[in-house]
């Protein structure tokens, strides 16, 4: 397996335990507390498993399964270490800015999630376009 494609799907895993967590704060809140939680609670909660964790691990297996062209012109390991970082970066800010403001409201921690969430649409846009030519036949069938 490639260092890239482990990077990107050890970091998964910490996406997926943090927003496991995340979730069961959010039942111990909703149903002890008596009260709801913050709606960007939920956003985190979401944001944490299907891009954090979900996304790291479909990327980290296509790099790692999908076969490299013999001459590997088309795709680039430069992207695909932006890709990662865009997507880890994006995902992390976006999280925490959520969860800051909930406690403080501020029009800096909204522009930042924006970025953030930006950050992430990147990601998948030029993962897509990165590894697109690696999805051919190995051969022909007969």
């Not at 009260?35 to 980290?60: C, D, K, N, P, R």
């Not at 992390?92 to 921690?109: W, Y």
């Not at 990147?122 to 897509?128: A, C, P, T």
């Amino acid at each position: 397996m490639f260092k890239l494609a482990r990077r990107f799907i050890k970091t998964g895993f910490i996406f997926l335990i943090t927003g496991l967590v995340t979730g069961l704060y959010i039942l111990i809140t909703s149903h002890f507390k008596q009260s709801w939680f913050e709606y960007s609670l939920i956003t985190v909660h979401a944001h944490l498993i299907l891009f954090g964790f979900v996304m790291s691990l479909i990327i980290g297996v296509a790099i790692w399964m999908f076969p490299r062209t013999k001459d590997n012109r088309e795709y680039s390991p430069v992207i695909a270490e932006i890709v990662y970082w865009l997507l880890t970066l994006g995902t992390s800010v976006r999280a925490i800015c959520e969860v800051i403001i909930m406690l403080r409201a501020s029009t800096a921690l909204s522009l930042l999630i924006v970025i953030a969430g930006v950050a992430q649409l990147l990601s998948g846009v030029l993962f897509v376009y990165n590894i697109w030519s690696r999805v051919k036949p190995v051969g022909r069938l007969k």
